[in-house]
T-cell receptor, first 116, second 113 residues
Framework: GAVVSQHPSWVICKSGTSVKIECRSL??????MFWYRQFPKQSLMLMAT?????????EQGVEKDKFLINHASLTLSTLTVTSAHPEDSSFYIC????????????FGDGTRLSIL | GDSVTQMEGPVTLSEEAFLTINCTYT??????LFWYVQYPGEGLQLLLK?????DKGSNKGFEATYRKETTSFHLEKGSVQVSDSAVYFC????????????FGQGTILTVHP
């Protein structure tokens, strides 16, 4: 149980386009979801915390207008990278927290974003 | 604030060698401690956890003991396999960064046949 699905797993697009990444909790309700960014050979950097039905809380230094987060239901959160540029290329990982259970967060498999 | 420090990698071992990856933490209160593993191109999977002092977490031959007196949670495995090659992250939950996981920088492990 406690499966988190992230889609797409890999996306390549041209500079200037917007890209949407979906994060779904498949078998539980997630009141809170998290979005991370990971650079090669580095740790995860928390970008924002998303609570269902309310605005996301962004970490310091993360542009909220650049990285739009929507958490409209208890099983779905989306991250939209607006007007993406090559420097936005990275590995993005979402996680979801269930109200009960032994883990604080369950992770998706990540999305590799490449901006040409 | 909370922090987690892992031994720097990369770590390269031969198959069947003994593995230790050191992890120490700084946090107030009584955090829970975790080891996550990330295989190439994938997200994070929980490897093991410990929620209070002296607890030992174990899974797939890996072990780690929550040592409050030394604020450590070192990961060990007696005999590594090629399939253990991955990045390992130590993390804590429940300190001052309420609701968030605090990760170490990750340690790359490569096991050769």
């Amino acid at each position: 149980g406690a499966v988190v699905s992230q889609h797409p797993s890999w996306v390549i697009c041209k500079s200037g386009t917007s890209v949407k990444i979906e994060c779904r909790s498949l078998d539980f309700q997630a009141t809170t979801m998290f979005w991370y960014r990971q650079f090669p050979k580095q740790s995860l950097m928390l970008m924002a915390t998303s609570n269902e039905g309310s605005k996301a809380t962004y970490e310091q230094g993360v542009e909220k207008d650049k990285f739009l987060i929507n958490h409209a239901s208890l099983t779905l959160s989306t991250l939209t990278v607006t007007s993406a540029h090559p420097e936005d290329s990275s590995f993005y990982i979402c996680s979801a927290r269930r109200s009960q259970g032994g883990q604080p967060q369950h992770f998706g498999d990540g999305t590799r974003l490449s901006i040409l | 604030g909370d922090s987690v420090t892992q031994m720097e990698g990369p770590v390269t071992l031969s198959e069947e060698a003994f593995l230790t990856i050191n992890c120490t933490y700084t946090a107030t209160g009584y955090p829970s401690l975790f080891w996550y593993v990330q295989y190439p191109g994938e997200g994070l999977q929980l490897l093991l956890k410990a929620t209070k002092a002296d607890d030992k977490g174990s899974n797939k031959g890996f072990e780690a003991t929550y040592r409050k007196e030394t604020t450590s949670f070192h990961l060990e495995k007696g005999s590594v396999q090629v399939s253990d090659s991955a990045v390992y992250f130590c993390a804590l939950y429940g300190g001052t960064s309420y609701g968030k996981l605090t990760f170490g920088q990750g340690t790359i492990l490569t096991v050769h046949p």
